[in-house]
């Protein structure tokens, strides 16, 4: 008998459904014969990347036929000078998304268990999933993370806690002073993997200061991305910062050339260029607000987020909104396979970006 491929792949990939993204334009586009659609879908910087990224793209193209530098030095170093760490304490990853599988592979086995809210970045199922590792999951509250409540799940088989702050799909955060007194309060042998995707666009106040759990040693990786704010998500680059014993165990793991040589010099440019990040976290803001205003005038619950993206309840089934929205060109994200069947996830775009959305979800709920 021979065994067919399911029965030859790893038991655990059975019930592994894949990641959905957004839809991309170019798809939407050729099956509706549109043209000028706008994608609300995967919480992109609307404004695009950061001018300083380009002229550092433009001027690293004719180096493309060297392999990267595998530890990415330059970047390294610029992110330790950034956030005042040692450069042993940031490892870098294709995307903020390898370092979340990363961490996931480095410490999880089938028994070991991994606690993350019930309605966190999908992400996190998916690698609990793959390593076999118990799942315990633990329900939102108020749409936000139960902070009380993934303490108390955490018991002596507890290896890791995934938590993203802001979180996805929701948009919210938990007070700074919350969410310390947890990295404080977990386990000495537990490791926290904190996901910062949204970072930037927490006002001042609401920024915990996680790094300082990591200077103090704490099982703690706190991921950032260039995906957001910084406009790079096409490049695929992303950061960890912890302490050196954990990064050194994540850069055992990682392929040797896992971020390439154009994210490598756009982020290290990005993330000098303060002017593009402050920008475009003033045209999220003020997006935001309108979107917050308008969805209301619609008669839309919307979750209060601190993000660049909306949770909107439109009283009725999300998947069938994300697609009527489809031939008016507006793609936003149905979340139902986050256990929020009614609910929509509208990323905060560009006033006009906006202001389409807005009159796509009137025309198609008909108020
Ligand atoms: C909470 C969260 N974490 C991580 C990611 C992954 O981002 P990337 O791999 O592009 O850095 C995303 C992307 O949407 C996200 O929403």
Redesign the pocket.
Known sequence: MTRSLEELASPFLKGLIPYSPGKPIEEVEREFGISHSVKLA??ENPLGPSPLALQALSAALSGIHRYPDGSGYLLTHALARHWEVPPECVVL??????L?ELVGRAFLMPGDEVVYARQ??I?YDMVAQVTGATKVTVPLRDFTHDLDAMRAAITPRTKLVYL?N????TGTAVPPRGLEAFLQGVPQDVVVAL?E??YEYLPPDLRPDALRFVRQGRFLLV?R????IYGL?GL???YGIGPAPLVALLNRLREPFNTNCLAQVAAAAALQDAEHVQQSAAVNEAGRRYLLEQCGALGLRVVPSVANFLLADVGRPGPAVANALLPHGVIVRPVAGYGLPTHVRITVGTAVENERCVAALRAVLGK
């Open positions: 995967s919480n990853g294709n995307g903020s998304n390898e979340l966190a970045f992400v993203a802001p979180n996805n799909p996901d995707a949204y991921l991305t260039f995906s957001k998500a695929r680059i992303g």
